[in-house]
């Protein structure tokens, strides 16, 4: 059970933000990693910025512990940013949570729930998960 690792991954789900997507869920005993794309906007001449809050958090449905966020891989903390080149630039990332227990069936990532511009996705299903080794 020390090595065992799950990955689910998402169907379409995304956040408020269209140019926000979130692509697969790893859970193993030592961490919990989620893994994005997104893209710049057309918003901005040149696509814009991004970064993340060091405060985003998960929270399991049903159980009352957020749990933190460790490591961010490919996005800065704010208030650092990662300025976009062009309106099409794309971007992957990861961030790395505190592990979740591995019988939870949904998330949450909250980075600011106050704030549609955030990065917050509500119910994540982690239904079909595949064990890996």
Same mark, same amino acid.
């Given at each position: 059970m020390k090595n065992k690792r799950i990955l689910y991954p998402i169907k379409s789900k995304r956040a408020e933000l269209e140019?926000?997507? %979130?692509?697969?869920? $790893?859970?193993?005993?030592? *961490?919990? !990693?989620?893994?994005?794309?997104?893209?710049?906007?057309?918003?901005? $001449?040149r696509g814009g910025w991004v970064h993340i809050n060091k405060k985003t958090f998960v929270f399991v449905d049903g159980l009352? !512990?957020?749990? /933190?966020? %460790?490591? /961010? $891989?490919?996005?800065?903390? /704010?208030?650092?940013q990662l300025s976009f !080149?062009?309106? +099409?630039?794309?971007?992957? *990332?990861? %961030?790395?949570?505190?592990a979740i227990p591995f019988n939870a069936k949904s998330i949450d990532v909250l980075? +600011? /729930? $106050? +704030? !549609?511009?955030? *990065?917050n996705f509500y119910k994540i299903p982690l239904e079909d998960g595949l064990e890996i080794l």
């Open positions: 140019n926000l997507q %979130l692509l697969r869920v $790893e859970i193993n005993s030592q *961490f919990t !990693k989620i893994d994005f794309g997104y893209t710049s906007t057309d918003y901005y $001449e009352q !512990k957020q749990y /933190a966020l %460790l490591k /961010a $891989e490919h996005i800065p903390f /704010a208030p650092n !080149k062009t309106s +099409n630039d794309w971007l992957y *990332f990861s %961030l790395y949570f505190e980075e +600011n /729930a $106050e +704030n !549609k511009n955030s *990065f």
